[in-house]
Structures are given as structure tokens and as C-alpha cells.
């Protein structure tokens, strides 16, 4: 799928009761699980070892899962409950009916190297071949496929490093909000001289947006 040296093909099958036996987690998880996938994968283990690659700082393996679907939707949520299970950063593809959307998660250390927080998840439309790896250390070839998956909700600051680049998208996603709830607030005021002074406010805010793009 992702083109990758047969160095790196693991391709073993995991059953998707691995990920929630055993381990407390709601009925609507279970649930999830057994309705909306079918099977999982094991596919690539993309590491120094597998790989001409150095070894990155914060990233020691990426896992590559192919989650065949029973339905083109996933909910979030199983996602975050298998990353919480691995504990490396993971390039999942969701398959159904032939195509294939990438997904992945922006994942930070939590406690140490041994266990990561999933910040957000990115992805990409229903495509043929959504990623191709490109760096020369892991950790290039984690952010690039990051970037790729993320594509403009990230922007083009490649020169600013992924963890920075998903604080800026932060702050330009509180700032639409804001912006709405301004505007919100001004449609439905009645006094002219309150009205214009949020006017004003939502120019300032709207100025910082357009720099921010």
C-alpha cells in the first residue's frame, strides 16, 4: 500500500478484541469495535532497524495498520484506544470497499518514552495512495507523514518545527470560534454605540486572522 521495502513488512493479523478484552472500557467501545471494523493489520514496522534510517529523538518506531472498515466512518475514539495500547506512533490506513484514507495523530511524549498522548488526529480523503515516506531519520519521516496527512490545516511553515505548526493551528481554530461569537453577539445587539465598538474589535480580530494565514 504505502510502497515500502519488503524489509519492513511485518503483515500480522491482530484480533480487534486485543484492544479492548481485559481492559476497562465502555460498552458503546465494544460496541464500536465490533461493529464498525472488520479486521486489523499489522503491515510495516518503520524503524532503524528495518530501515536505512537513523534513529529520531522522539520517535523509535512507527507502526503501519491497515483497519479494514465495515462502514467508511470510524469513530475517533477507537482510534485513541488502539494508540493507547502501542506504545509507538502509528500510520493507520482505513480501508473500505478499495480505497484507502490515512490517519494519524500528532503524539507527544506523556511520561517519559514509554507512553504517548495523541493531541489530535489528522486525515485525508478516501484516495488510492495517500503517503509516501520521505525523511532520513525517523523522526523527519513521522513529521513528514504528518504534514501530508494534515496537509493545509497545517499551512506551509515547514521551517517551523510540527509541534509548533500544530500550536499555531490551534490558536487560528480559537480564533475562528471567536470571531463567530462575535459575530453572533453583534447581529443580535440593539445599541449602535455597543455594536460599533464590537465591530470595531471584530476588524482587529479578523486583521490578526488575515496574518496568520
Known sequence: MLGLPVSTEFNKRIPKQKFYENIAVTPAMKKAFAE?????YWRNKIAATTLNLAAGEQVTEI???????????????VLRQIDREIPYHILFLLEYEGKYRA???YKEAAAG???FKVDRYYSTDWLDLPVHLEGLTLDAVYENFVRQIAGDALGAGESISLKDSVEQQKQREQLEKQIAVLE??????????KKFEMVQKLNTMKGEQEREK
Request: charge should be positive; hydrophobic fraction near 35%; glycine fraction near 6%.
Open 184 to 193: 453572533a453577539k453583534i447581529r443580535k445587539e440593539k445599541q449602535p454605540r
Open 103 to 105: 490517519v494519524i495523530g
Open 63 to 77: 507502526e503501519g495498520f491497515e483497519v479494514r472498515l465495515s462502514a467508511p466512518k470510524l469513530d475517533e475514539s
Open 113 to 115: 518514552k514509554t507512553a
Open 36 to 40: 464498525q471494523i472488520k479486521i486489523i
